[in-house]
């Protein structure tokens, strides 16, 4: 692989002009189809397989027009202080709305909170009920301006009028944070070339290929139905990869200079090496995304492919366009050691190469294999006690609760708890089909019956069965709200109880609603979490045994890998669950953490885990291929690589808390979490574990059985090809192949 690359690379570097106008055409291409397509909004959301889904699917049937998974919307009013909804003023401004409401083209009905019983006992607060044909995903712009309409003429009337639901959703905004992310990165960049220029192409490079990916993704999202989220899921890892894979190549590249070898040699040389460990590291990263898949929930597998496929474009451009870049660059990207004029620049060092003091890497690297033991232990014991919060980990899905009580969601939220108890934000529908009953009355009446002797249960309505008499829907009001672990508990006990009436009865009771959904989602994700593990970690695991040709140094990322995501989710945990910190990272709600987060950390952490894994210990791995000591392969490893990975890490780290930011809760929750597993996996477990490790293991560390290493493909990470190309072609010519 690497004599392929090192081709590409000088390819690259010669046909500049033609590979800089392939990439330009193809942003413009993406761009001409972002700026054409309509406006990304959210997607449409089933999770087959589970009963929630399977109870909305039976209501469409049974149901016709009902729209039984159609997006809701309530509007909620509050009297003025020492008034009531009751009063006459009042009450004719709520049914003025009510009215408007109707108009709708997507509604299918609006339920008077008069004549629907839909009034506090107070008299204080009342709500209106829509009903939507479709989605909230799917929901018309114009349908949620009509709405906001309509509670403005009511606000004007002197009412607190505030809108919950699904269908009053927006897109995500990051805001200015994840700008601040880009200038941390550049500032990271400059300080470690030296150089404005060779610091702005590894972020020109992940710009256009980010603009390429999210231009194509918003091109897509109408005919693939793509959500807001998945194009900023895409935006925050590809910028991060994208960044770090030229990265890597700018400093071998600069590396290579240093070694006195002409500008189109050293571009292939660096594609040839460090390139090899980006194809490997990003093609871990496109496992783990693409895995996602196995969860069965589409949205998750969309996102998953959506943004795999911008780290496979973040690949191609750090292979192809960083090397045309540096052709245009010329001499002004210096050798390594060498600093533009700006950063005072000029000097030499008045050293000979390898006589001048150590850097901080190696003086590192030598403290830890002089004292293993210690650096290990510290290491683990750190980190064990980061995941210790993990141990109270709650997971759910974020509802209107979760809102920032700025948004009229959350107000609205907060308004029907005070007027009509926590759980009415969470009603329970539970599906009664009696197809199969010979009384099917009497079913509807009996699991009635058995719902209200529940404990938990504040209301539950008569049941409403279809025209054919064979299906009823009842609703039932829990006690808390929709996200306490008591309302699962109350979902789990009613379906429990039907299961009991279905075996004598030969009815199906089915329990579903947001709020069931949003457990059936968390038990679904709960249970493909080991099985998408040992999909993922095994691959990798095989593709790593490919690269270093070792057993041990596999086991061993993969092991630090756990290390990282069960810190980081610790530390997610005492900040969105326990609520440390949460007034200085902006978490206004604190509660069960996202359910989709340990599956989704572990998908995306450990294909980021590998970059570093990869770039750092391929230069070990070379440096013991060319008949360095183990204990020395590891400090030299250090000395060209820890700056780099360092830097690596500090730009990724700033690029996912730029998202931190967001109004979103669930990519402000992915952002901390990524954030915080980059610094401990880079700054803990690479840095520290990985050379403690691999200095207690010498020469065994590389140890690989030899038919298994007669059997693995010899892809040639380390550029050992490249050197017994050097080694067979005679001297004056190789002088003529550079100075061409």
Known sequence: MATFLYKLGRLAFRRRHFVALIWVALLALAGAGAASAPAAGNSSFSVPGTEAQKAFDLLDQRFPGMSADGATARVVFKAPSGGKMTDRGNKAAAERTVRELRDGSEVVSVTDPYTGKAVSKNGTIAYASVKYRVSGMELKDSSRDALDRAAQDARDAGLTVEIGGDALSASPETGSSEAIGIVIAAVVLVITFGSLLAAGLP??????????????????????????????????????????????????????????????????????????????????????????????????????????????????????????????????????????????????????????????????????????????????????????????????????????????????????????????????????????????????????????????????????????????????????????????????????????????????????????????????????????????????????????????????????????????????????????????????????????????????????????????????????????????????????GARVVTAAAVIMIAVFSGFIGSSESMVKMIGFGLAAAVFFDAFIVRMAIVPAVLALLGRRAWWLPRWLDRLLPDVDVEGEGLRARDEDRPKDEDRELVGA
Do not use: C
């Open 203 to 640: 972020l020109l490079t992940a710009l256009i290929g980010v603009g390429i990916g999210v231009s194509t993704i918003t091109a897509l999202a109408g005919a693939l139905d793509l959500g807001s989220t998945t194009s900023i899921l895409a935006m925050m890892i590809g910028l991060a990869v994208g960044i770090d894979y030229a990265l890597f190549i700018v400093s071998r590249y600069r590396a290579e200079l240093a070694e006195g070898r002409e500008r189109e040699e050293a571009a292939g040389r660096a594609v040839g090496t460090a390139g090899s460990a980006v194809v490997f590291a990003g093609l871990t990263v496109v496992i783990a995304l693409v895995g996602l898949s196995v969860v069965n929930i589409p949205m998750l597998t969309k996102m998953g492919v959506a943004a795999a496929g911008t780290v496979a474009v973040a690949v191609l451009i750090a292979l192809t366009m960083i090397p045309a870049l540096l052709g245009y660059a010329g001499r002004r990207v210096k050798p390594a050691g060498r600093r533009s004029r700006l950063f005072g620049g000029g000097r030499g060092t008045g050293h000979p190469r390898g006589a001048s003091r150590p850097n901080l890497g190696t003086r590192w690297a030598s403290f830890v294999v002089r004292r293993p033991v210690a650096v290990l232990l510290l290491g683990v014991v750190g980190l064990g006690a980061a995941a210790l919060p993990a141990t109270s980990l709650q997971l759910g899905l974020p509802d209107d609760g979760s809102q920032p009580t700025s948004t009229t969601q959350r107000r609205a939220y907060d308004l029907l708890s005070e007027g009509f108890g926590p759980g009415f934000n969470g009603p329970l529908m539970v599906v009664v089909d009696a197809r199969g009953s010979d009384t099917p009355k009497t079913v509807f009446t009996d699991v009635d019956d058995e719902i209200k002797g529940l404990k938990d249960v504040v209301s539950v309505t008569p049941p409403a069965p279809n025209e054919a008499g064979d299906t009823a829907t009842i609703t039932v009001i829990p006690d808390s709200k929709p996200s306490s672990s008591t309302t699962e508990d109350l979902v789990h006990t009613i379906r429990s109880t039907g299961a009991d009436i279905s075996r004598t009865t030969d009815a199906k009771i089915l329990v579903t609603g947001a709020t069931a959904m949003n457990i059936d989602v968390s038990q679904k994700l709960n249970d493909a979490l080991l099985p998408y593990l040992a999909l993922v970690v095994g691959l990798a695991f095989l593709l790593l045994i490919v690269v270093f040709r070792s057993v041990l140094v596999p086991l061993k990322a993969a092991l630090g890998f756990l290390l990282s995501v069960l810190a980081a989710l610790g530390a997610v945990v005492a900040v969105f669950q326990w609520g440390w910190l949460s007034g200085l990272l902006g978490v206004e709600e604190t509660g069960p953490v996202m359910s989709m987060m340990p599956i989704f950390m572990v998908g995306v952490v450990f294909g980021l885990a590998m970059d570093y894994e990869v770039f750092l210990v391929t230069r070990m791995r070379e440096a013991y291929v060319h008949g360095e000591r183990p204990t020395q392969a590891v400090v030299t490893g250090f000395r060209h």
